[in-house]
């Protein structure tokens, strides 16, 4: 069974500053997508950014942007001149390319941004 | 486009009773997954359906079923409740659930057992 494991239960950062969040993840599979969540408190989480394993260049969404290593089995995002709006629970999920649509996330970073 | 909607939005039960939860998909999608998040366990997949068929199914037990209607809209049920399953679920929509397909999230229902 696939796992993820983000190492960092919560992490601060300055405005217009630069956070990294780390993300691992255990899986036997070649082939999958992993995905980057954003939950602000009492919101609806939404897609920050995906990346999917067979493609060596790191995705990049505006300010977001990771750094996967596919052998290390890491996953981390990068958020480049943070705004306030950026503080929230940041989850880290993996996706098998096969059949289903499950999402295995990991437990979770909360995000403060201070001014 | 209307997002996801979830009904009801709160609900609060006693041990032993059933509870039904709802979720309305983006207009067009046709796979719905739905999740469990509590602060201990963080978020766990319950399960999937695409055409009303059940496609993948989470570690939980039979007291957590669930169901698809044509229109794509999902119910879920949990019976004989327990305390354990005061969470937030969630539910989240996609057009068909393949490959890296973006999948919408509901508000999602806050459930608290008594």
């Known amino acids: 069974a696939q796992t993820v494991t983000q190492s960092q239960p919560e992490m601060s950062v300055q405005e217009a500053e630069t956070v990294t969040l780390s993300c691992t993840y255990d899986t036997s599979e070649s082939d999958y997508y992993l995905f980057w969540y954003k939950q602000p408190p009492s919101r609806q989480m939404i897609l920050v950014i995906r990346?999917?394993?067979?493609?060596?260049q790191n995705a990049t969404e505006n300010r977001f942007s990771v750094n996967f290593q596919k052998a290390a089995k890491s996953f981390s995002l990068k958020i480049s001149d943070s705004q306030l709006g950026d503080a929230a629970m940041y989850f880290c999920?993996?996706?098998?390319?096969?059949?289903?649509?499950?999402?295995?996330f990991g437990k979770g970073t909360k995000l403060t941004v201070n001014p | 486009k209307a997002g996801v909607t979830q009904t009801p939005r709160y609900l609060i039960k006693t041990r032993g009773q059933q509870v039904t939860l709802s979720c309305s998909p983006i207009s067009g999608h046709r796979s719905v997954s739905w999740y469990q998040q509590t602060p201990g366990q963080g978020l766990q997949f319950l399960f999937e359906y695409f055409s009303e068929t059940q496609r993948n199914k989470g570690n939980f037990p039979g007291r957590f079923s669930g169901r698809q209607f044509s229109n794509s809209r999902s119910e879920m049920n949990v019976s004989t409740l327990e305390l354990g399953d005061s969470a937030l679920y969630l539910c989240?929509?996609?057009?068909?659930?393949?490959?890296?397909?973006?999948?919408?999230f509901g508000p999602g229902t806050r459930l608290l057992v008594l």
């Open positions: 990346q999917e394993a067979y493609k060596q």
């Open positions: 989240a929509s996609s057009l068909v659930g393949r490959g890296g397909e973006t999948q919408y």
């Open positions: 999920a993996y996706r098998s390319a096969g059949g289903s649509e499950k999402l295995v």
